[in-house]
């Protein structure tokens, strides 16, 4: 059975920093793409980042570009979302999730953690 | 960035009713465009992908049509556990968007 599962998640004040896991299990890791989508209560949901099967690709929303870094280790199936410089609006559920390559759609999504950036 | 945008927002409807949703996209995505599921709490699931495939396990109740711009998510007979939050994602390229969604409820 395919799974992932966030950890990580919590409260930070404004420009602090806070990194998240998502560890998978069930399936070939090393062979997907990764994505980062999130869902604040008045925004929906937001794709984030991508990264390579191998870890050499990455793509970022502008939103995020130079606060946020994904990566990822293929030798302990778990994929990681560095978030730095944090602001309010960052505020929201995050989930990892998979694809099964070029022009795939997100086929397995992990339970989300939420974040919190607040004062 | 390519907008997506679903209609209606929400929707009220009864069991054994036929519904539709549409979306539709700012500009040409082919058919990379995929609907999913969210109930409340809970992440959301793949339903269709590349606009009318249904992903393994789906209820064939549901069915998607389109390709371009205009495309739409129907479900033939309303079950109890449909009752949720319906969106549309392109994946044609980055950043990859999702539509604001369409909330169905029971009448």
């Known amino acids: 059975e395919v799974q992932l599962v966030e950890s990580g998640g919590g409260l930070v004040q404004p420009g602090g920093s806070l990194r998240l896991s998502c560890t998978v299990s069930g399936f070939n890791f090393n062979s997907y793409w990764m994505h980062w989508v999130r869902q604040g209560p008045e925004t929906g949901l937001v794709w984030v980042s991508r990264i390579g099967s191998d870890g050499g690709s990455t793509v970022y929303a502008d939103s995020v570009k130079g606060r946020f870094t994904v990566s990822r280790d293929n030798a302990k199936n778990t994929l990681f979302l560095q978030m730095d410089s944090l602001r309010v609006e960052d505020t929201a559920v995050y989930y990892c999730a998979r694809v099964s390559g070029w022009y795939s759609p997100f086929d397995h999504w992990g339970q989300g953690i939420l974040v919190t950036v607040s004062s | 960035d390519i907008q997506m945008t679903q209609s209606p927002s929400s929707l009220s409807a009864s069991i054994g009713d036929r519904v539709t949703i549409t979306c539709r996209a700012s500009q040409a995505i082919k058919s990379w465009l995929a609907w999913y599921q969210q109930k409340p709490g809970k992440a959301p699931k793949s339903l269709i992908y590349?606009?009318?495939n249904l992903q393994s396990g789906v209820p064939s109740r549901f069915s998607g049509s389109g390709s371009g711009t205009d495309f739409t998510l129907t479900i033939s007979s309303l079950q109890p556990e449909d009752f949720a939050t319906y969106y549309c994602q392109q994946y044609n390229s980055y950043p990859y968007t999702f539509g604001q969604g369409t909330k169905l409820e029971i009448k």
């Open positions: 590349s606009a009318s």
